[in-house]
C-alpha cells in the first residue's frame, strides 16, 4: 500500500526541549497507530487514533488526529534521554498487517 | 498480555545456508501472524502474512520461494531464508493481532538481527 509519509527524518534536541514527528497521507486513514523502537529493539505500541480530531495523551506524549483523518503528530513535551529512539505512525490495512512511515529518529543530548 | 516470542534473536550464517525463525504466541491463538523486514536506518517493511492452515500471502518483491513461511499451529510461524546470501542481512520481525484482545493493535517478537557472511 501506499507508505505514510514522516517528517522529520531525524531530530536532535538538548535535553528539556520538546518534539515533534508529524505523518501524512494523501488518502484518508482508517486509523493510525504510534509506536516506538529503541536502538536495537523492536517496536512498541504507544497508540492507536481512530477518530477525526482525536487527541489523546500520555504524560509528556501528545498525540492527535487531523480532521481529515490525513495527518497526525506526536507531541513530546520536555523531552528526556530516554525518550531517544524512533518513532514510526503506522496503519493497518484490511488485513490488519502495519502499513509504517519511515520512522522519526530522535536524539536526546542531555 | 499478549506476548510473542520470536527465536533466534541473533544469527550469522555463511551465504548459501538457511536460516530458520520462529514466531510463537504465547498466550493467545493467532490465526494470522505477520513476517517484517527492517533494513538499517530504514522502516518495517511487510513482507507476507502467515496464515493458519493455508498458503502465506506475499507483498510485491518478496520472493516466496527464498523465504519461506510455514504456520504449523494456531501459536507457531516459522520464517525460512534459504539459500541465504549477505543482502538477506537484515532484522526480522514478526507480529501477531491479538484477535481476542483489543483489534488492529499489534504485539511484536524481539526480532531476529541476520548476519550473511
Known amino acids: 500500500g501506499q507508505q505514510v509519509m514522516q517528517i522529520p527524518q531525524y531530530q536532535h534536541v538538548q535535553e528539556g526541549e520538546d518534539f515533534t514527528t508529524y505523518c501524512n497521507s494523501s488518502t484518508t486513514l482508517s486509523n493510525i497507530q504510534w509506536y516506538k523502537q529503541r536502538p536495537g529493539g523492536h517496536p512498541v505500541f504507544l497508540i492507536q487514533?481512530?477518530?477525526?480530531?482525536e487527541v489523546k495523551k500520555q504524560k509528556r506524549l501528545t498525540f492527535q488526529f487531523g480532521e481529515a483523518k490525513k495527518n497526525s503528530s506526536l507531541h513530546i513535551t520536555a523531552t528526556q534521554t530516554t525518550d531517544v529512539g524512533t518513532y514510526f505512525c503506522?496503519?493497518?490495512?484490511?488485513?490488519?498487517?502495519?502499513?509504517f512511515g519511515k520512522g522519526t529518529s530522535l536524539l536526546v543530548t542531555p | 498480555g499478549a506476548v510473542v516470542s520470536q527465536h533466534p534473536s541473533w544469527v550469522i550464517c555463511k551465504s548459501g545456508t538457511s536460516v530458520k525463525i520462529e514466531c510463537r504466541s504465547l498466550?493467545?491463538?493467532?490465526?494470522?501472524m505477520f513476517w517484517y523486514r527492517q533494513f538499517p536506518k530504514q522502516s518495517l517493511m511487510l513482507m507476507a502474512t502467515?496464515?493458519?492452515?493455508?498458503?502465506?500471502?506475499?507483498e510485491q518483491g518478496v520472493e516466496k520461494d527464498k523465504f519461506l513461511i510455514n504456520h504449523a499451529s494456531l501459536t507457531l510461524s516459522t520464517l525460512t531464508v534459504t539459500s541465504a546470501h549477505p543482502e538477506d542481512s537484515s532484522f526480522y520481525i514478526c507480529s501477531a493481532p491479538p484477535t481476542v484482545l483489543a483489534k488492529n493493535i499489534q504485539y511484536f517478537g524481539a526480532g531476529t538481527r541476520l548476519s550473511v557472511l
Open positions: 503506522a496503519e493497518t490495512n484490511s488485513g490488519y498487517a502495519l502499513n
Open positions: 487514533l481512530v477518530k477525526s480530531g
Open positions: 498466550d493467545f491463538q493467532a490465526t494470522t
Open positions: 502467515s496464515n493458519e492452515g493455508s498458503k502465506a500471502t506475499y
